[in-house]
């Protein structure tokens, strides 16, 4: 699939909407404890959404999994069971600093984890610093991380900014201690999504060899990797029902409000799957250098978190001034995205241009052969031409990286 960076940001973008969103209809689910309405929106995120995706875009999906290396599906697995981890405690990071603070700090350390460490395990660090393209794109993450910072820094000052009083009029259990050391560990658990998806490579390229579009190749491998995700959140949800005595929330209050939770947590589970789905795609469109995608992908869902800050008022209250860092901030996360997504499309055209001089090669040694050629004042025969053409066509190898990175989920009461 030919590379197109900018497409590639796009569905970015789409993925982040989705990330930044998810939490927003469990506002709207009643009389049910954090942990009920939790894995019942997991559920269809993790278990519903990727297999009815995975059925409907890879053919032969079961065919893909049961040919898959044990060792690979194993890994993806485990990794995804440690991203849960960081999933259960980045909701409370949420739950204690609020949509925009939270996703910023949680996301700024996911961010640079998730970003630095593949292509460094990958063996991809000397080419990427000997490359115009690769500069460029490490410039765009370090612009990316700088905006996480400035974000970072105008929640800090919202924070010293404003009364316990003014904190819990917007977030209600404010608590910036607890918020920032969960916020940490969140962010470096939830970083194993990447070392899930790049374990499960040989997944993608099983799915691949089996006629998946290269576009989609990426889905099974979120199959295996949620559900290692899935179950460490079940385990967690069904020890807090026991604790908390809130298992019979799945049966109440009954009628069309237990209906309605049941819908509201389910609608939040598909748009969470929506990050993903969109992040898998925006991948195999990002090209040479697409460990970038995880810092893009982290940049759009702080940006449209803190749309959904502001238009909650979570910021109501600060002075001007922290808002316009808050600005800032926002401003060079969009900067940053456009930075990386020119230094993949160099990338791109880097990887092109020689396929591009052997194809020129090969046109020009085919026209030659559809005109006379003299030699002695005869003409050639055409298979003789034909075969000179063949000897100076040397066919480019293009072999694609395949996608890598990942995310998140909420709070483990």
Not at 195 to 211: H, V, W
């Amino acid at each position: 699939m030919t590379a197109n960076p900018f497409l590639g940001v796009f569905l970015h973008a789409i993925g982040g909407l989705a990330a930044a969103s998810f939490y927003i209809p469990f506002r709207r689910v009643q009389g049910w404890s954090w942990e009920s309405y939790w894995i019942v929106g997991g559920f269809f995120s993790w278990i519903v959404a990727p297999w009815v995706v995975g059925l409907a875009v890879v053919p032969g999906l079961l065919d893909v999994l049961a040919g898959s290396p044990v060792a690979s599906l194993a890994r993806c697995y485990g990794f995804g069971a440690l991203w849960g981890i960081g999933g259960l405690t980045f909701g409370l990071s949420m739950r204690y600093l609020g949509i925009s603070l939270g996703n910023a700090m949680a996301l700024g350390f996911c961010a640079a984890f998730g970003t630095l460490i593949p292509p460094i395990a990958q063996g991809q660090s000397a080419e990427i610093l000997s490359t115009a393209a690769g500069l460029a794109t490490l410039a765009g993450v370090a612009v990316c991380l700088a905006g996480i910072a400035v974000c970072g820094a105008a929640g800090a000052a919202k924070e010293r900014a404003l009364s316990d009083e003014e904190k819990r009029k917007t977030v209600r259990e404010f608590n910036f201690a607890k918020g920032a050391t969960v916020a940490v560990f969140a962010g470096v658990m939830s970083a194993c999504m990447a070392f899930a998806i790049a374990s499960g490579k040989p997944i993608a390229d099983r799915a691949a060899e089996l006629g998946t579009p290269e576009l989609w190749k990426n889905t099974p491998v979120f199959v295996v990797a949620f559900a290692g995700g899935f179950t460490v959140n079940l385990l967690w949800c069904a020890w807090l029902n026991v604790r908390n005595r809130s298992a019979g929330d799945y049966f109440r209050p009954g009628g069309e409000r237990l209906l309605l939770n049941y819908l509201f947590s389910a609608l939040a589970g598909a748009i969470w799957y929506l990050q993903f789905m969109f992040y898998g795609m925006g991948t195999t469109r990002m090209g040479k250098y697409d460990f970038s995608s995880w810092s893009i992908h982290m940049a759009f869902i702080i940006i449209f978190g803190n749309f959904w800050g502001l238009g909650f008022r979570e910021w109501r209250g600060v002075v001007p001034r922290t808002k316009q860092l808050l600005w800032t901030g926002i401003v060079v996360l969009v900067l940053s995205t456009i930075v990386v997504g020119w230094g993949n499309y160099l990338a791109a055209k880097e990887k092109e241009s020689p396929e591009e001089a052997s194809q020129n090669a090969a046109e020009a040694s085919q026209s030659a052969g559809r005109h006379v050629h003299a030699c002695r004042g005869h003409v050639l025969p055409r298979n003789t031409v034909h075969d000179h053409a063949s000897v100076a066509m040397a066919p480019a190898q293009h072999n694609k990286p395949d996608v890598s990175h990942l995310l998140l989920r909420s709070d483990p009461n």
